[in-house]
């Protein structure tokens, strides 16, 4: 690692430092000289090594909780993180953020530790999967930079009610709320079409209490003659 110049006493580096790995070295120098009978001297030289912006910051996901339901709560914990730099001092001072910055967050929640949390309200029907990238960036300069990704599907729950998407011909009675169309006649039948669709997951069924009718399952369309 050193070495001496046995003329002049100068010591050399003859290799490479790593503050990482030793801090630290004391070194013992004896010097000698070419009379009769020799006499010598020793000393002891300690050299410190300074610490240089040399690792960029590292990130790990230590849990993963997906799917998350998409009526979960405000504050609730989806992944935990943990963050490091080999470095000291400044340069090994780490900042952490979380793009984009909606609908999660982190929170620091000891040395090196973050949680990604539920910010906002989610809506699978809107958006099923986000795609989160957690940035770490030290405090040396020049900072050096991280980052992780985590991916956050989005799992569905049932808070939309069926709905009738549209009336395509004919009239009916409807046993729901608002103005009915004028019954069918007897004598004149009309076929009838309604389609019947339950979000988010677009399962239709249909309800007939007079028996007549027919539903084509690929479409949720029901007729009746």
């Known amino acids: 690692m050193f070495s001496i110049d046995t003329n002049s006493g100068e010591i050399?580096?003859?290799?490479?430092?790593?503050f990482e790995t030793e801090t630290f070295y004391d070194l013992h120098v004896k010097a000698k000289d070419k009379g009769w009978p020799p006499l010598s001297g020793h000393c002891s030289v300690e050299l410190e090594v300074l610490d240089v912006n040399d690792n960029a910051p590292e990130?790990?996901?230590t849990s993963l909780s997906v799917p998350v339901p998409e009526d979960a709560a405000v504050g609730t914990v989806v992944a935990l993180l943990s963050v490091s730099d080999r470095d000291s001092g400044a340069n090994g001072r780490v900042r952490?953020?979380?793009?984009?910055?909606?609908?999660?967050?982190?929170?620091?929640?000891?040395?090196?530790?973050?949680?990604?949390?539920?910010?906002?309200?989610?809506d699978r029907e809107r958006v099923s999967e986000y795609e989160v990238e957690v940035r770490a960036e030290d405090g040396g300069a020049p900072a050096l930079r991280a980052?992780?990704?985590?991916?956050?599907?989005?799992?569905d729950v049932n808070d939309n009610a069926p709905a009738f998407a549209q009336t395509l011909a004919g009239g009916a009675r409807s046993r729901g709320h608002g103005q009915c169309p004028p019954p069918l006649s007897p004598l004149a039948p009309s076929p009838l079409l309604?389609?019947?669709?339950?979000?988010?997951?677009?399962?239709?069924?249909?309800?007939?209490?007079?028996?007549?009718g027919g539903l084509a399952g690929a479409s949720?369309?029901?007729?009746?003659s």
């Open 12 to 18: 050399r580096l003859t290799g490479s430092l790593d």
């Open 194 to 212: 309604v389609a019947l669709v339950a979000r988010p997951l677009g399962r239709r069924w249909w309800e007939s209490s007079s028996g007549g």
């Open 59 to 61: 990130v790990w996901v």
């Open 96 to 122: 952490c953020a979380v793009w984009p910055a909606a609908p999660f967050g982190l929170v620091a929640t000891f040395a090196g530790s973050y949680s990604l949390v539920l910010r906002e309200a989610l």
């Open 147 to 155: 980052s992780r990704g985590v991916r956050v599907p989005v799992s």
């Open 220 to 224: 949720g369309l029901a007729g009746v």
